[in-house]
């Protein structure tokens, strides 16, 4: 499916982004960048990652599994991963004032340092959990209901333009690989997991599959 196979490159630029932006977040807290930058990781995150990538799994993918899946949209995966998205759009509006502008004390630093780690890891996880379990799961119910494939669109200027960014901020930022972070795949990966869903097989699986599971 050509939007899937989109979307998870644009998880792979996300990816990289988001190591780069946590360079950068070291050096602004040191006062060895200034906040230019800042403002580009902001548009890039904000725009490209947000307006472009979120909304479009939302309001096609998303809305596709719920229409034409009849999978729930206020429980499971799509309700944890919609709600995600909400919650690290929080944490990105209350960065983009020290990213655009540099923390102006201590306290700040300290809040910018601790937003830009828990944004990442909760950003990181979150593209785990939608390649290995939300994308390649929602593909196959979507071509179960004969669906192969979903619209797409093109990025606005403000998206364009965030995204332009990229390369420049990957080279002079070289990407942090945060070794705190646990990643992988599979459903107990995600923060999600035991709080808002319950897991692929909990929340999604008919009476079929489990009565196939059962038989293997």
């Known amino acids: 499916m ?10 792979a630029l996300i990816d990289q982004v988001l190591g780069s932006f946590r360079t950068y ?4 807290v040191d006062g060895t960048a200034g906040p230019d930058d800042g403002r580009r990781f902001a548009a890039f995150l904000t725009e490209f990652a947000g307006h472009f990538h979120h ?12 229409t034409d899946t009849e999978l729930p949209r206020d429980r499971g995966p799509v309700h944890a991963i919609t709600r995600e998205h909400a919650e690290m759009e929080e944490w990105l509006c209350e960065m983009t004032p020290f990213l655009e502008q540099g923390p102006q004390s201590e306290d ?5 340092r601790a937003l830009a780690t828990r ?4 950003l990181w996880r979150h593209i785990d959990a939608e390649n290995s379990v939300l994308y390649p799961e929602g593909v196959e119910r979507l071509r179960r209901c004969g669906i192969r494939e979903l619209p ?10 965030a ?8 080279v002079r930022y070289p990407p942090l690989e945060d070794d705190t972070l646990t990643r992988g795949d599979g459903c ?29």
Do not use: N
């Open 108 to 112: 700040d630093r300290v809040r910018l």
């Open 2 to 11: 050509k939007l899937i196979d989109t979307l998870q490159d644009e998880h």
């Open 25 to 28: 977040v070291g050096r602004l």
């Open 188 to 216: 107990f990966m995600c923060r999600a997991y035991g709080e808002t869903c319950d897991g692929l097989e909990a929340e999604w699986w008919t009476d079929l599959e489990w009565d196939e599971f059962y038989l293997r």
């Open 152 to 161: 797409d669109r093109p990025m606005s200027e403000a998206e364009a333009a």
């Open 163 to 170: 995204r332009e960014h990229a390369a420049a901020l990957l």
């Open 55 to 66: 909304d479009r799994e939302e309001r096609v993918l998303f809305d596709a599994l719920v």
């Open 119 to 122: 944004y990442s890891h909760a």
